[in-house]
DNA sequence: GCGCTTTCTGAATGCGCTTTCACGCTAGGA
DNA sequence: TCCTAGCGTGAAAGCGCATTCAGAAAGCGC
């Protein structure tokens, strides 16, 4: 990118008439210097606008100051919330944050991933449900493991099966069947649910968690009444227009994620029917919009920010030689006014 | 970090019983290699599982390809829609982006660009809108100037008044003024708004544009209907609830911002006020959850997404010597559910 | 006043890589 | 056959910095 070089240490030292390395010891404080040569350094290098150039400290063993996060998509709220937490984090910790977007394409991941290597970045975050997929998982683990064995800490937020890193899991299972719970409590008896794609850990959990919460109450769910769809707000109402074609039989809808039952909102709302008079809906995560929906949303609360903050702990906190930590977050359920009890009960 | 020292180029070069050179050579195709050299030379490197060091690579004059991208927060879904569309483009012309929120700290922002100026970023991107300091522009301009002279490239969202660089900009005055023009044409006349913080030029120029508007059709804007607030959601339901205190004296209230009309949207539904027969409601940004709000929200829709991809193209194209460009982006007025024309006309 | 330790300074080394530079080799024209 | 291009290769320089090592200056007791 250079046209004209860069001002370099060696131009503040002789600008300062001292030697390069007491130049670089004035600077960062390491060693004694006498004051009024630190004093000459410092004014020259504030007069000549002086960056220290980040990549040859690097080169030269000093710390690396830099964490990747990867997630499959800043603007999701979901991601925001958890970026946030992170990026207040880093910030503490003085790291640099780089963040990357992998729009759920897995080669993307793994692409990013190499390149956070070539970063020599000191951590990297995987932020979002991993895939149940075999070959993926091969692929991340090569290029995983080898960044671990240079020294690199991974953490990541939900679940990964086979990775042994360090991770902050948001009790998915437990969250959906005390859900469930709550809402059978409520006299709901025949559910539907919108579901994201079957191959992200955080769906299996969700819906299996929900299950157990509604077998408990003795409610079967129907494999037709789930509906797969996108994990975005389109793929909330493409499936819940799918389940209303279909002739909707529930009184409740769950959709696995808040994103996914605005949509489902919408669509129901299209449709003439209104919530929670109609139909009742919940949703998963809680995350800030939702209390602003009419109805406010039922949701499973998981503190975003916290996941963020308590993932980056755990990259920053030294682990060498030790067994991966898991840390659990529970959910909790937080019924607003989207659920009420069904008509005829 | 590192512990075991990461695998270098010459252990790729050692292992494939060849020259540093050779290596290099083979790994980044600059130049022709035999071809069973560099079969060698690639089995080698994967075979240890090489990554280059991009911190050599960039001290030893490679490209630089990273760019530091600067909002007031990403977890705001103005910010993120932008930052969808630089990271976007940015994976499109393989570019690593690091992402750092400011809190909306003046502070933090100048910290984070002396860092972004250390890593010897490919460009910096300066999103959102600048505050009208004397002071805190001159600060900008100490770090910028410096970088740019440098070499490095430079472009923001938002009107920054004082710097040289490269931007574009909603059209907000415009947009502000077409939104009045609408309103008064609905027959609304006694207008109250919600504004942010009158240090961020943002602000004024919806401001402004927005009266401009209103003055077209002869209506006034009285200095207290307007009501000063931080730019969240939280800062719109404090601002709005202040307006009902006061005692509302408007049929149509103009949030300068989705977010803070979404927490005006909620103050009025507490206070008992239906939205639109109570009182019309607007906001500016067009983020894509307003339209799933009840009633959705009329608005100007800026192109967020496009704006980000907009921003990193300015600053990836090559413009030595060239004036700074300017790129307009023009708002359209999206008339939704939340503005009616008012009760008695 | 001398020898000794204690500070502080400057020259030099190396981090891992890209890139000249110069050389050895093969191929083609005289 | 010899000489000149032309291609591929390896040795070495240098990017900007932190740091080691050795030496100069300064402080102390005798």
Redesign the interface.
């Given at each position: 990118?250079?046209?004209?070089?860069?001002?370099t240490l060696e131009d503040v030292a002789r600008e300062a008439q001292v030697s390069l390395a007491t130049a670089s010891r004035a600077l960062n404080g390491t060693t004694k210097v006498r004051s009024d040569l630190r004093e000459r350094v410092l004014a020259a290098a504030n007069q000549l606008?002086y960056?220290?150039?980040?990549?040859?400290?690097?080169?030269a063993g000093g710390?690396?100051r830099?964490v990747g996060v990867i997630c499959h998509?800043?603007?999701?709220?979901y991601f925001?919330?958890i970026?946030?937490g992170v990026?207040?984090a880093a910030?503490e910790a003085g790291l640099?944050?780089?963040?990357?977007?992998t729009?759920r394409d897995p080669q993307?991941e793994i692409a990013y991933i190499?390149?956070l290597?070539?970063?020599?970045a000191?951590a990297i975050l995987l932020v979002g449900s991993g895939f149940e997929d075999r070959e993926w998982e091969r692929a991340l683990a090569?290029e995983i493991e080898?960044y671990q064995?240079?020294?690199?800490?991974v953490a990541v937020v939900s679940r990964h099966r086979t990775l042994r890193v360090d991770s902050v899991q948001p009790e998915n299972r437990d969250g959906a069947a005390e859900l469930a719970r709550t809402l059978t409590a409520q006299g709901h008896r025949r559910f539907a649910v919108l579901a994201g794609p079957r191959a992200l850990t955080t769906v299996v959990d969700r819906l299996r968690g929900f299950r157990d919460g509604l077998t408990e109450a003795g409610v079967e769910l129907a494999e037709s009444h789930i509906v797969e769809a996108a994990f975005t707000?389109d793929g909330g109402y493409a499936a819940m227009s799918e389940l209303l074609a279909r002739g909707l039989d529930a009184t409740c809808v769950f959709a696995v994620t808040d994103v996914m039952a605005?949509?489902a909102?919408?669509a129901l709302?299209e449709s003439g029917r209104s919530v929670p008079e109609d139909v009742s809906l919940a949703g998963f995560d809680d995350i800030?919009?939702v209390?602003?929906?009419?109805p406010p949303l039922t949701t499973v609360a998981l503190p975003l920010e916290e996941l963020g903050e308590k993932v980056m702990e755990l990259a920053v906190r030294d682990n060498?030689g030790k067994r991966s930590r898991i840390l659990r977050m529970p959910g909790t359920v937080v019924v607003r006014e989207s659920t009420i009890p069904p008509a005829g009960s």
């Amino acid at each position: 990118m250079d046209d004209r070089p860069h001002v370099t240490l060696e131009d503040v030292a002789r600008e300062a008439q001292v030697s390069l390395a007491t130049a670089s010891r004035a600077l960062n404080g390491t060693t004694k210097v006498r004051s009024d040569l630190r004093e000459r350094v410092l004014a020259a290098a504030n007069q000549l606008a002086y960056t220290p150039n980040a990549h040859a400290q690097a080169l030269a063993g000093g710390a690396h100051r830099t964490v990747g996060v990867i997630c499959h998509d800043v603007s999701d709220p979901y991601f925001a919330g958890i970026s946030r937490g992170v990026m207040r984090a880093a910030d503490e910790a003085g790291l640099l944050v780089m963040l990357a977007s992998t729009f759920r394409d897995p080669q993307k991941e793994i692409a990013y991933i190499s390149m956070l290597r070539a970063q020599r970045a000191s951590a990297i975050l995987l932020v979002g449900s991993g895939f149940e997929d075999r070959e993926w998982e091969r692929a991340l683990a090569a290029e995983i493991e080898p960044y671990q064995r240079g020294g690199g800490q991974v953490a990541v937020v939900s679940r990964h099966r086979t990775l042994r890193v360090d991770s902050v899991q948001p009790e998915n299972r437990d969250g959906a069947a005390e859900l469930a719970r709550t809402l059978t409590a409520q006299g709901h008896r025949r559910f539907a649910v919108l579901a994201g794609p079957r191959a992200l850990t955080t769906v299996v959990d969700r819906l299996r968690g929900f299950r157990d919460g509604l077998t408990e109450a003795g409610v079967e769910l129907a494999e037709s009444h789930i509906v797969e769809a996108a994990f975005t707000r389109d793929g909330g109402y493409a499936a819940m227009s799918e389940l209303l074609a279909r002739g909707l039989d529930a009184t409740c809808v769950f959709a696995v994620t808040d994103v996914m039952a605005m949509g489902a909102l919408a669509a129901l709302r299209e449709s003439g029917r209104s919530v929670p008079e109609d139909v009742s809906l919940a949703g998963f995560d809680d995350i800030p919009v939702v209390r602003d929906l009419a109805p406010p949303l039922t949701t499973v609360a998981l503190p975003l920010e916290e996941l963020g903050e308590k993932v980056m702990e755990l990259a920053v906190r030294d682990n060498r030689g030790k067994r991966s930590r898991i840390l659990r977050m529970p959910g909790t359920v937080v019924v607003r006014e989207s659920t009420i009890p069904p008509a005829g009960s």
